[in-house]
């Protein structure tokens, strides 16, 4: 079975500051892991995936698979950066995305 | 093009009740999964539809049941609320229920369900 942790439920930065959210999983097989974000009042929407390498909004994630850690990381917090963000494993042939419980992010200006 | 859509946005039931709730996918989605969030618990999956069948169900009881009709539309219902049943219930669509490089899954803005 797949295990997404998120070790820390609230993360508080001041606006400028590093950001990094750590995510941590179990799963025997060969991952694919994702970033969520769903801001205030809006829905849950895809930031960024392990597969495509991207950086989107300034936020960066790198699998590490000797560590089993898929981090996301932004150097510069901004307010619109608010948000509660969700880890996810999808586990090939299972059909089913396994979320971590979440990091809720405040941005302080 | 239009995203998923889910009906109602809010429902409040009392315990005992039964309740069901819609999704309706993205055009040409034919996959579409149910979570349930929850502040303490996070998002957690209830079940995947494909073409009407399910094809993955998640660890709750079996007062939750769902289905899916020919057009891809799902419904999830919960028989026998309890207290505890009360969350934002999320459904997603995804063209084959995969999320590798070319798939991902869009949500809906969930359906607040309260029970009293």
């Known amino acids: 079975a797949q295990r997404v942790t998120q070790p820390e439920k609230l993360l508080s930065v001041f606006k400028g500051a590093p950001v990094e959210l750590k995510c941590n999983y179990s799963y025997s097989g060969s991952p694919e892991l994702f970033w969520y974000v769903q801001y205030s009042r809006q829905r849950l929407q895809l930031l960024l995936r392990?597969?495509s390498r991207e950086s989107i909004k300034g936020f960066t994630a790198d699998l590490n698979k000797g560590e089993t850690s898929f981090h996301l990381k932004k150097p510069f917090a901004q307010e619109e950066d608010s948000a509660m963000y969700y880890c996810a494993l999808w586990a090939r042939g299972n059909n089913r995305l396994a979320f971590g419980k979440g990091n809720q992010v405040v941005v302080i200006p | 093009k239009a995203g998923v859509t889910q009906t109602p946005r809010y429902l409040i039931k009392t315990r005992g009740q039964q309740v069901t709730l819609s999704c309706s996918p993205i055009?040409?989605?034919?996959?579409v999964s149910w979570y349930q969030q929850t502040p303490g618990q996070g998002l957690q999956f209830l079940f995947e539809y494909f073409s009407e069948t399910q094809r993955n169900k998640g660890n709750f009881p079996g007062r939750f049941s769902g289905r899916q009709f020919s057009n891809s539309r799902s419904e999830m219902n919960v028989s026998t609320l309890e207290l505890g049943d009360s969350a934002l219930y999320l459904c997603?669509?995804?063209?084959?229920?995969?999320?590798?490089?070319?798939?991902?899954?869009?949500f809906g803005q969930g359906t607040r369900l309260t029970v009293v």
């Open positions: 392990h597969i």
């Open positions: 055009s040409g989605h034919r996959s």
């Open positions: 997603a669509s995804s063209f084959d229920g995969t999320a590798d490089l070319n798939g991902e899954a869009f």
